[in-house]
Antibody, heavy 122, light 107 residues
C-alpha cells in the first residue's frame, strides 16, 4: 500500500523559512520513473504545483516560485523535503505531497498525502 | 508555462444528470491531461489520466476525451457522491499546471 504523509509547522512568521517533510511508504524513490511533487492550495482556491523531484535526483520548480523553493530527497529515509524561503501571508495554504510514476504508471499525481495546513502570520 | 482553463467554473445539476466539464490548454499537450476530484477538506483523487484512461477503482460513469488543446470530463449519470470540485492538470511539460477548478453543486 502506497502512502504519503506531510509534516511541518502549522504556523510560521512572515520572512521565515518553511520546511516541510513528506514521508512515504510502499514505493522507492530510487525506482526508475518515480517522482514526488509538492502541491499547495490556499483556502478556497485552486491547486498549484510547486516542485518535483525524480528518481534520478532531477528537480523541477514552479516558474513563479523557483527562487524561493528547494526540494531534496533522502532515499534511505523515504523522505522528500521542501523548503520555501521568505514566507508571506499569501503563502497560507494546505501543502500536499503526491507521487507520480512517469513511465510504467499514470504520469499523474496518483497518490496524495492528507495535506498539512500552514498559516503565515505574525 | 502552459495555462489550463476550465469551464464552467461552477455547475448546478441533479442526481441522474449527464454532466460535461471542459478544459482547454494554451498550447498542444497531446494527451497529457489528467482529471481529479476533490471533496471539501480532502486531498484530490485521480479520476482520469492520459486524457481518457480510467484510474483503477474509479466508477465507469466517469469518462474523459480529447487531445491537443481541448478536453472533456463527462459524468454519465450523477450520483450524490459526485458533488465535488474537479480539476484538470497537464503533465506534458514540467510546470505541471492545474485548471482553476469546476465546482459541481446539487440543483
Amino acid at each position: 500500500q502506497v502512502t504519503l504523509r506531510e509534516s511541518g509547522p502549522a504556523l510560521v512568521k512572515p520572512t521565515q523559512t518553511l520546511t516541510l517533510t513528506c514521508t512515504f511508504s510502499g514505493f522507492s524513490l530510487s525506482t526508475s520513473g518515480m517522482c514526488v511533487s509538492w502541491v499547495r492550495q490556499p483556502p478556497g482556491k485552486a491547486l498549484e504545483w510547486l516542485a518535483l523531484i525524480d528518481w534520478d535526483d532531477d528537480k523541477y520548480y514552479s516558474t513563479s516560485l523557483k527562487t524561493r523553493l528547494t526540494i531534496s530527497k533522502d532515499t534511505s529515509k523515504n523522505q522528500v523535503v521542501l523548503t520555501m524561503t521568505n514566507m508571506d501571508p499569501v503563502d497560507t495554504a494546505t501543502y500536499y505531497c503526491a507521487r507520480t510514476e512517469r513511465y510504467s504508471g499514470t504520469n499523474a499525481f496518483d497518490i496524495w498525502g492528507q495535506g498539512t495546513m500552514v498559516t503565515v502570520s505574525s | 508555462d502552459i495555462q489550463m482553463t476550465q469551464s464552467p467554473s461552477s455547475l448546478s445539476a441533479s442526481v441522474g444528470d449527464r454532466v460535461t466539464i471542459t478544459c482547454r490548454a494554451s498550447q498542444s499537450i497531446s494527451s497529457y491531461l489528467n482529471w481529479y476530484q476533490q471533496k471539501p477538506g480532502k486531498a484530490p483523487k485521480l479520476l482520469i489520466y492520459a486524457a481518457s484512461s480510467l484510474q483503477s477503482g474509479v466508477p465507469s460513469r466517469f469518462s474523459g476525451s480529447g487531445s491537443g488543446t481541448d478536453f472533456t470530463l463527462t459524468i454519465s449519470s450523477l450520483q450524490p457522491e459526485d458533488f465535488a470540485t474537479y480539476y484538470c492538470q497537464q503533465s506534458y511539460s514540467t510546470g505541471w499546471t492545474f485548471g482553476q477548478g469546476t465546482k459541481l453543486e446539487i440543483k
